[in-house]
């Protein structure tokens, strides 16, 4: 009984150990190279944007250090869905991505609206997605644009046509390959900075889409998972104390 007590004794106490060696290890969260809000070096590292400091902020206010991977989108989801990764930063929820993520409350929100060129014939407001019915319609591959406008594309036969980028997309409405883009004014702004004379040939409409919070996703399989409370107050006070507008009022961190 003595050599049995004195075992457990040890396993016990080799689990505390070890159960505080990874309670300090830093939780590994994903997103993609995505301009203003993350961007990332050659190694994969974040080194800036508005999700890198909303995530720097919740990790002070947790007390877990957290790291933050920049990885192409699909396979950050496929990580997150793996368990490989223990949440995303920054990215508006589905019921297929609230499958295998638990979601916090939205950090910011916006809206994606119609992006036409300015002497386009088609360069209206739009309140149904049917409005959009025979259109050739220009979106991002791997953008979640919602389920009712999901629904939309397979009721009322939209014409969907997808680019990997959004400054690829303006350049297809700008020769005609396309007759309307889905974006909203922020991402669109950010990827049209350089672009003046592009950006003078375009203009924006208001379209059906709602108003769709950018969040936090933990892994269901990740160690984050128990967080989503903590997390949530983090953001709470953030927004109470004015730290989420102070963050969004900054350039972009390339023009810092």
């Not at 049995?4 to 150990?17: E, H």
């Not at 994903?30 to 944007?49: K, M, Q, R």
């Not at 508005?50 to 720097?56: E, K, M, P, R, S």
């Not at 995303?88 to 992006?115: A, Y």
Request: net charge negative; charged share 25%; glycine share 8%.
């Amino acid at each position: 009984m003595k050599v049995l007590g004195w075992f457990l004794f040890l396993f016990f106490s080799f689990q505390a150990v070890y159960g505080d060696e990874v309670s300090d290890e830093p939780l590994l969260f994903c997103n993609s190279h995505w301009p203003p809000y993350s961007y990332g070096n050659d190694d994969g590292l974040a080194i800036g944007g508005y999700a890198v400091d909303f995530l720097h902020e919740i990790s002070g206010r947790i007390a877990r250090p957290v790291e933050l991977r920049i990885l192409p989108w699909l396979r950050c989801l496929k990580m997150a869905e793996d368990g490989d990764v223990d949440g995303i930063m920054l990215l508006t929820e589905n019921e297929e991505r609230k499958q295998f993520l638990l979601m916090s409350r939205p950090i910011i929100s916006d809206t994606n609206v119609l992006w036409y060129r300015i002497d386009s014939p088609h360069a209206l407001p739009r309140s149904r997605f049917a409005d959009l019915q025979g259109l050739r319609i220009g979106v991002v591959t791997g953008f979640n644009y919602g389920e009712p406008f999901n629904t939309a594309v397979v009721q009322s036969n939209l014409m969907v046509d997808e680019a990997p980028s959004i400054l690829g997309n303006f350049r297809r409405l700008d020769r005609h390959w396309i007759d309307v883009f889905l974006v909203n004014r922020m991402a669109a702004d950010y990827a049209l900075h350089d672009y003046p004379l592009l950006k003078a040939r375009m203009v924006a409409h208001e379209g059906p889409f709602e108003s769709v919070g950018f969040r936090i996703g933990l892994a269901k399989t990740g160690r984050a998972f128990g967080l989503l409370a903590e997390i949530d107050k983090a953001l709470e006070d953030m927004r109470e104390d004015g730290t989420i507008a102070r963050i969004m009022s900054q350039e972009p961190f390339e023009y810092r």
